[in-house]
């Protein structure tokens, strides 16, 4: 390797169309997915316009929108209308992801639909299955987990992606849907950028917290486990989430997995940048095509971002 004076590094950055042909990843709105909350009702949210609530028909509305802007896939979020102890608005096939589901499928066939699978927002309590002695209850759970699934896919889900933690449930839901590809979140962890996120999704438990059974943000060769379970029991596509405090985790799974790799950009990473680009701190357009680069240069194939819509107008 031959060194200064010969080799200048700089002389590859000497203009935007040589930028252009040596960058080495690139963002293509193909690999970009919106999330999407349903409601009885719809409630804007001003200040973080993608985590405000949509009825089933500005959901329409809005997902229309987004095929005109180029956006290909969706994942739904349902706010149930009344919640229990066991979430089982979760899996009502009259529930509101339920119902969005099929006026989707029905009006805009070429958008692609993926469905969160977890029991937070339909139980009383917030936590992501069922309670017994205080404790979620890991085995009990899956069974209510795979029910969701079923009745997501036979109302029009496309793809289903468990989001819940417990241990065993992507075997289960394989063995229900055969024929259904499953983003797993892999390795979610107990993290603190989910805030805004819970306050649309209104999951945020009654009593403790989930560390239990998310991970804790300190490891990453537990992460690999786990994304392990989730390729012997049939997942389709790893997740990591969040996305830019954990990406060595992305990093880590990208050197040892060969499946797709997705990472959730999380409310909070949007939030941020949004709030610091209301004071005048930073530009958010610049901002957030550097972290979404990031992820995709850590190595995730596709990417779940608040930032969906808006990147289909900037690229
Ligand atoms: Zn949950």
């Not at 496309?158 to 065993?168: K, N, R, T, W």
């Amino acid at each position: 390797m031959s060194a200064f004076p010969v080799t200048r590094l700089r002389r590859l950055r000497s203009s935007a169309p040589l930028r252009g042909l040596v960058r080495e990843t690139r963002l293509d709105l193909d690999a970009f997915v919106m999330p999407l909350f349903v409601a009885a009702a719809t409630e804007r949210n001003e200040e973080l316009p993608p985590l405000g609530r949509l009825s089933v028909d500005d959901l329409v509305e809005e997902a229309r929108g987004l095929v005109r802007l180029g956006v290909s896939a969706v994942l739904l979020f349902g706010i149930p209308e009344a919640k229990d102890d066991e979430g089982s608005g979760a899996w009502d096939d009259d529930g509101i992801v339920q119902r969005a589901l099929r006026a989707l499928k029905t009006e805009l066939p070429e958008l692609l639909l993926i469905t969160d699978v977890c029991l937070c927002e339909y139980t009383a309590h917030g936590h992501c299955g069922v309670i017994r002695d205080g404790e979620v209850q890991n085995d009990e759970t899956l069974d209510l987990l795979t029910r969701t699934a079923v009745s997501h896919v036979e109302a029009g889900a496309d793809v289903v992606a468990p989001s819940d933690m417990m241990d065993g449930r992507i075997a289960l839901v394989r063995e229900a849907l055969p024929q259904t590809p499953i983003i797993a979140y892999s390795a979610k962890y107990a993290s603190a950028f989910y805030g805004p996120f819970r306050e649309a999704a209104e999951s945020a438990p009654a009593f403790g917290d989930r560390r239990g059974y998310q991970m804790d943000p300190a490891n990453v060769r537990e992460a690999l486990r786990e994304c392990e379970q989730d390729v012997a029991e049939g997942a389709d596509v790893l997740m990591i989430k969040p996305a830019l405090p954990y990406l060595d985790v992305l990093r880590a799974a990208r050197e040892r997995f060969d499946l797709p790799l997705g990472a959730y950009n999380v409310s909070g990473e949007y939030a941020m940048v949004k709030a610091a680009a209301a004071k005048g701190f930073l530009d958010e357009r610049a901002a957030a095509i550097e972290s979404l680069t990031a992820i995709k240069r850590a190595g995730a194939d596709l990417v779940v971002s608040y930032w969906t819509k808006e990147l289909a107008s900037w690229l």
